[in-house]
């Protein structure tokens, strides 16, 4: 069993950064991929970005590539999300991920291949 425990929401202004992070505690093979996926306000939950264990193997959704970060100590059960130049519309709630999958960037982005999920920490971007 895995618990996942995101930090790091709040409040900021469109252009500013954040830094989101996600502790997994328990199996460490459960959590060989970790990802961010992320609800705006009325919408569905979407993939953001996903890393493996070593962290050498990353995968990005186009909207966040080249403003967001994700990073994680090769194997180390802590991944980050370093969101930069942050828009009104990455407004959300963002949600860590994990599971004992191998990476494969084809299923990273599919919900139903996470066995983990964390409670969500709310994002909010004014304009």
């Known amino acids: 069993q895995v618990q996942l425990s995101e930090a790091g929401g709040g409040l900021v202004q469109t252009g500013d950064s954040l830094r989101l992070s996600c502790a997994a505690s328990?199996?460490?093979?459960?959590?060989?991929?970790m990802s961010w996926f992320r609800q705006p306000p009325g919408k569905e939950r979407d993939f953001v970005a996903a890393v493996n264990w070593s962290g050498e193997k990353i995968d990005y959704a186009d909207s966040v590539k080249g403003r967001f970060t994700i990073s994680r100590e090769s194997g180390k059960n802590t991944i980050y999300l370093q969101m930069n130049k942050l828009k009104p519309e990455d407004t959300a709630v963002y949600y860590c991920a994990a599971t004992p999958r191998i990476f494969d960037a084809r299923n990273v982005p599919i919900q139903s291949n996470y066995d983990y999920w964390g409670q969500g920490t709310q994002v909010t971007v004014s304009s």
């Open positions: 328990g199996h460490p093979f459960s959590a060989n991929v």
